[in-house]
């Protein structure tokens, strides 16, 4: 019988390693499809978003590795017990996920004399520092990333370093005895030492609260909407009371070292602290219920919030551009490279999905688009969906929601 699942990818190993370790280690037969770089030309407009991996079961798509990997974790029981240790492991797969997107311009760099350099400044700025915090969780968590026990968490740290060690040419987890730990319990697993033996032989990779009374959970991110108005968002939404606490620029150096990556938003929920604004997003879209109703639905889900977030890390270095002339250029070039390619397509989308991004229905994927790019038009001093009425109907739905409505209102100006 031909396998229900069919994942496709490149004949790497890459961001689809942990599918594949996934889907081997619950001993579930996949189609291991692989489109070789000559070939992807003709393959690339038959995805939903000209990126692969994809996922396909019982005549649906869906992409984004992390989504998929957090569907196949469900699966094979190697996800969290509840909502809040999704949480947790979600923050962990993002944070790895943060280091990876910091880490491949260098590990890409083809000239071995710049590459030194980069891997040495690279070390010193926040390698050494992710790393060491990383090493103590696993001493926290009885040799694991989180929860101390196995989850797909520590099959992403194991994939996903593997790639960058053999990228960058040099062995990251040198010094880090715990990091190594994780990798080899992992690696030694029954059904993950098979799929290492049977695997194609490939390369790897060419301020303070405005409510009185005290709240269960504590936000907290700079003094600004950003990354974290969504989960305002979805707070007010659902009419959960909650700390909204707003730390200044000129604070924050003081407040870093108390954070799990030095990073913000974090949430902290009856003594337990969570960051990633997208993972806390999740969490609370379950709380709320703008999650999906099964499993495929919060894969179709993640992998549209996914999407957009590709669209915003695509678009940060000329959000951040502060000259004015080289701002224009680049801006031009966006419309016609990433908004031209993207938006036509989630237009789309809005259309065949009766005015919501995804499911025909409201969901948490529609407030992370409010915001975000509501954030990046205010950045930008334009307005990016001109021309794309189903894009602003989405925003004008969410807005327009009573709750959420009252929340801008009240909101800090």
Not at 10 to 29: H, K, N, P
Not at 106 to 125: G, H
Not at 258 to 287: M, W
């Amino acid at each position: 019988m031909p396998p229900q699942y069919k994942l496709t990818y490149f004949d790497v190993q890459g961001v689809a390693e942990t599918a594949r370790y996934l889907f081997s280690y619950g001993g579930i037969e996949f189609e291991d499809v692989r489109v070789k770089r000559e070939d992807w030309p003709q393959h690339k407009p038959k995805t939903p978003f000209g990126v692969v991996p994809t996922l396909q079961h019982n005549g649906k798509v869906a992409g984004q590795s992390i989504a998929i990997a957090r569907y196949l974790a469900k699966k094979v029981k190697l996800a969290g017990n509840n909502d809040w240790e999704d949480l947790e492991i979600d923050a962990t797969v993002d944070t790895l996920h943060d280091i990876k997107i910091k880490i491949t311009p260098t590990v890409r760099e083809q000239d071995a004399a710049k590459k030194k350099v980069l891997l040495e400044t690279a070390k010193k700025d926040f390698l050494g520092f992710y790393l060491a915090r990383l090493e103590a969780l696993v001493e926290k968590n009885k040799g694991y990333l989180v929860l101390g026990r196995l989850t797909w968490a520590d099959f992403y740290f194991t994939t996903i370093f593997t790639v960058l060690e053999f990228m960058s040419g040099e062995e990251f987890l040198a010094g880090y005895p715990n990091l190594k730990g994780v990798r080899e319990k992992v690696n030694g697993l029954p059904a993950i030492k098979k799929w290492i033996e049977i695997r194609p032989n490939f390369r790897i990779f060419s301020a303070e609260s405005s409510f009185v009374m005290p709240p269960s959970y504590k936000l907290t991110y700079f003094d600004l909407q950003g990354l974290a108005e969504m989960c305002r968002y979805l707070f007010s939404y659902g009419g959960i009371e909650f700390e909204d606490v707003r730390i200044k620029r000129e604070d924050w150096p003081q407040h870093k070292d108390k954070t799990p990556f030095g990073v913000l938003p974090i949430l902290e929920h009856n003594g337990k602290v969570a960051g990633q604004s997208i993972a806390i997003a999740r969490y609370l879209a379950k709380k709320v219920k703008l999650g999906g109703n099964n499993d495929w639905e919060d894969l179709e889900i993640d992998a549209i919030v996914d999407t957009m977030n590709d669209i915003k890390l695509k678009l940060t270095p000329m959000l951040m551009e502060q000259d004015a002339a080289k701002k224009k250029v680049v801006l031009e070039a966006a419309k016609k490279d990433i908004f031209g390619f993207y938006f036509p397509r989630l237009e789309a989308m809005v259309e065949k999905n009766k005015g919501y991004l995804v499911l025909g229905r409201l969901t948490w994927a529609d407030f992370y688009f409010a915001t975000i790019f509501t954030v990046c038009e205010s950045m930008i001093g334009e307005e990016i969906l001109a021309g794309y009425p189903n894009l602003k109907e989405v925003r004008e739905k969410v807005n327009g929601l009573p709750a959420i409505k009252k929340w801008i209102e009240i909101r800090p100006n």
